[in-house]
């Protein structure tokens, strides 16, 4: 008779979990969460619950996409069916049909793009005007066709924290009476026991595309994302995720304990000293939405260096570093020179 091994899954990132005999309960080995084995259950209880009512849209997803790969740098992008990729968005290399992309990388959630090519056209040529020192077929229209409309997955948690604090708080009061002054000093043992829930913590996952980049052209209005459809990708590229929940969530933990501990914190403004001796924040469940968020993106190949330019797709907020041509930065040096030097015969005349 074989017995159903029952699998637990994290509550908040996902990876499997391992009974811990010492705690007698379930330690996450990627993002060290603890639970009960009660916390466990009802946590995956539900987890399957939704598993199931996202099947069809998954098995839809999986039917109606097309994967490609670039043999350079290895990018993995998506379109719908519709739609032939034919370059990598990355390095402008040609791509190759791969296959079909998993029903689980299906996303939740899509912010539309509200920027056209034709918009996003206009925004870098203006960008390109305040900058002198850019080579010139940086400017060209052959690169501007490599400008790539790019949904860029994101990893939006919400968290629920328990957290407990416990405090020695004092409250101090004086006066004078009789020719003394009085000080007296209340000392209280704060505790607090709260439940603490955070809504849309964003982190991107793609590896490719840097961080910083990304963060430059924020904020995106979550508002204005729907649920996905596989209609949106038709005429874009969309890139496959490749850094996991689990690898996310250290990020998404930070905030949310650092979070936690500072809203407690500051419910305790009313004394006059606070002196913390106990804070356990504990992240019980993260609900994820993987959403794709619309980005024109652009990389530029100079002197061995790759240099990238982004347009956040739905308000047209730019960020990029520009490439600077060496021969008119030279030309120019030479020009502040010369006009130098002409000061210097002036000078030279007019002391003579
Ligand atoms: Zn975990
Ligand atoms: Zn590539």
Known sequence: MSEDVQQYKCPNCAAELRFNPKKQGFVCEYCESFFTPEECKAANEQMNEKEKQERPRREEFAEGNNLYVCPSCGAELVTDKNTAAT??????????????????????????FQITRQDAEAVFRNWCKKRWFLPKDFMSE???????GVYVPFWVADSSVHGVMRAVCKKSRSWTSGGYRYTEVKEFDVFRDAGIHFHGIPADG???????????????DYDGA???????????????????????????????????????????????????TQSDMQVLRTD?????????????????????????????????????????????????????????????????
């Not at 793609?206 to 995106?220: G, R, T, V, Y």
């Open 226 to 276: 729907v649920d996905f459809e596989m209609a949106y990708l038709s005429g874009f590229l969309s890139d496959k995720y490749d850094v996991n929940k689990a690898q996310v969530f250290p990020r998404i933990r930070n905030r949310a304990v650092n979070g936690s501990d500072a809203l407690l914190r500051g419910s305790m403004s009313g004394y006059d000293s606070v002196r913390v």
């Open 87 to 112: 370059e990598c968005y990355y390095c402008h290399n040609p791509v190759v049909l791969k296959g079909r992309l998993d029903g689980e990388y299906r996303p939740a959630r899509v912010i539309p």
């Open 288 to 352: 994820w939405l993987y959403m794709l968020l619309p980005v024109w993106f652009m990389t530029y190949q100079y002197q061995g260096k790759q240099y990238s330019f982004a347009i956040n797709g739905q308000t047209g907020k730019q960020a990029g570093t520009p490439p600077l041509a060496t021969g008119k930065l030279l030309a120019v040096c030479a020009a502040v020179a010369g006009a130098f030097a002409l000061m210097g015969l002036f000078w030279g005349w007019l002391l003579a």
């Open 142 to 148: 052959s690169q501007l066709l490599h400008m790539a």
């Open 206 to 220: 793609s590896s490719k595309i840097e961080d910083e980049l990304m963060e430059a052209i924020e904020p995106f």
